[in-house]
């Protein structure tokens, strides 16, 4: 099985490209966000402890990330591997990932960054927030908090993961297609 992070700020096209690449290679896609506001919305004891960090555009405390994340990979071994979406946005969270896939005998394979400069980005989320409901799309002092959140906490990963020579930058400008073809182009490869 292939372990496949995809990287990028909010607005990157990260869930995007996931539903396209999940069927292409037979992924089970794991977005930690879309998994978050399902428990937001079915009111569950893990959605009422994560509601206040999302709707200000904090990240969520690592260890209920971390032992949500391993849960929902472990109820779907059946495909041919892992699409991570917005996780690991922390460095805890890249090590409690590398120690849980060995424990399974899995690894990271690679991590897609998809890149794309801020303006460009914070017009996107403004863009979905008039149709996506999200409280943390539709306020630009939130839409700021992701901001730095991310190039806080989640930037070094690109470091942590170069360094191990799994970091694949990928232009996230362009067209769904063409970014797909590109995000592709890597995981063939691999
Ligand atoms: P996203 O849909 O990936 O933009 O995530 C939306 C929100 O969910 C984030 O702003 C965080 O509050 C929370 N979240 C998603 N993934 C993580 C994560 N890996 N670590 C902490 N918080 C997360």
Known sequence: MIAIVLFGKPGAGKGTQAEFLKEK?????????DVFRYNL???TDLGKQARVYM???????DEL???????????????????FDGFPRTIPQAD??????K?????????????ANDDVLV??????????????DQDEAKIRTRYEEYNEKTAPLIEFYKTQDKYY??????????VTQRLSNIIDKL
């Open 25 to 33: 290679y037979n992924l089970t896609h794991i977005s930690t966000g």
């Open 96 to 101: 409690a990932l590398d120690a849980f896939l």
């Open 123 to 136: 017009a996107r989320i403004l863009e979905r927030g008039k149709t996506s409901g999200r409280a943390d």
């Open 65 to 83: 990330t971390i032992n949500m994340l391993k849960a929902e990979v472990e109820k779907n071994m059946d495909k041919a591997g892992f699409l």
């Open 103 to 115: 424990s399974i005998n899995l690894e990271v394979t690679a991590t897609v960054g998809l890149e």
């Open 55 to 61: 709707d200000n555009g904090e990240l969520v405390p």
């Open 41 to 43: 919305k079915n009111d």
């Open 169 to 178: 930058a990928v232009d996230g400008i362009g067209t769904v297609a063409e």
